[in-house]
């Protein structure tokens, strides 16, 4: 007797009703294994949880054992994620991939906005950090304190202006951004549109032209057929 799922043939070559009692095996769209959220979701809850243990770990020891748990996996998270991306933007329309494509920019964006800000306040404070060592060593009393409140009032002043310039050019780029997409979404529509209205003012001129204009010469008759066929 063929146990369940097994395919069974008779001799001659049709299937027995067995085969057809088996089960079907449907594949999932998604990639399997470890994804951007799970990965991230698994790093919060290392941090966040304590196992039991009393006394607690140390909360940078728990950051050190879920970093070292999460970053063997991001590489394949975000080949998954990517993949699961793609696979769910082809699944919809043009509107689908148009929000794809507006979303990443306006992440890309910010996300290089970011990034450049905080490599300005690294070397901002790295740079402050050793003018002071170095003066400290060179100088003191009255002098150094003065020296100090003004290096720190032409930190801050050039942190403020690098903070509005980086925070300015992030708004500038995410609204061109937006109006480039809507206006280009825009424009498509209207020619769509435009084209759609042509084609029927077209037709409806091909048939109502015959109807106004009844003519008795062959040659027009002709030129009035050949328009009706093209339309």
């Given at each position: 007797m063929a146990e369940w799922?097994?395919?069974?043939?008779?001799?001659?070559g049709v299937f027995l009703q067995d085969d057809l009692n088996r089960p079907i095996k449907v594949e999932s769209i998604m990639s399997e294994g470890h994804t951007l959220p799970t990965v991230v979701r698994g790093f919060v809850d290392?941090?966040?949880?304590?196992?039991?243990?009393?006394?607690?770990?140390?909360?940078?020891?728990?950051?050190?054992?879920a970093?070292?748990?999460?970053?063997?996996?991001?590489k394949d998270a975000s080949k998954n994620?990517?993949?699961?991306?793609?696979?769910?933007?082809?699944?919809?329309?043009?509107?689908?991939?148009?929000?794809?494509?507006?979303?990443?920019?306006i992440t890309l964006v910010s996300v290089t906005a970011v990034s450049v800000f905080m490599l300005f306040l690294l070397a901002a404070t790295a740079?402050?950090?050793?003018?002071?060592?170095?003066?400290?060593?060179?100088?003191?009393?009255?002098?150094?304190?003065?020296?100090?409140?003004?290096?720190?009032?032409?930190?801050?002043?050039?942190?403020?202006v690098a903070f509005f310039v980086i925070s300015t050019v992030t708004v500038s780029a995410i609204i061109a951004t937006l109006i480039a997409t809507v206006s280009a979404y825009s424009i498509g529509?209207?020619?769509?549109?435009?084209?759609?209205?042509?084609?029927?003012?077209?037709?409806l001129a091909c048939d109502i032209l015959p109807l106004l204009l009844r003519p008795n010469l062959p040659w027009l008759d002709w030129i009035l057929s050949v328009s009706m066929v093209c339309c």
């Open positions: 799922g097994e395919e069974t043939e008779g001799s001659n290392g941090v966040l949880s304590t196992d039991g243990a009393y006394p607690p770990r140390p909360f940078l020891r728990r950051v050190r054992i970093a070292t748990d999460a970053a063997p996996k991001l994620s990517a993949r699961d991306l793609v696979v769910w933007t082809r699944q919809g329309s043009s509107l689908r991939a148009l929000l794809v494509i507006t979303v990443g920019s740079n402050a950090v050793v003018i002071s060592f170095f003066v400290s060593l060179a100088a003191a009393g009255g002098f150094l304190a003065f020296f100090f409140a003004c290096l720190t009032a032409i930190y801050v002043g050039v942190l403020c529509y209207l020619l769509l549109f435009f084209l759609n209205l042509r084609f029927s003012l077209l037709c």
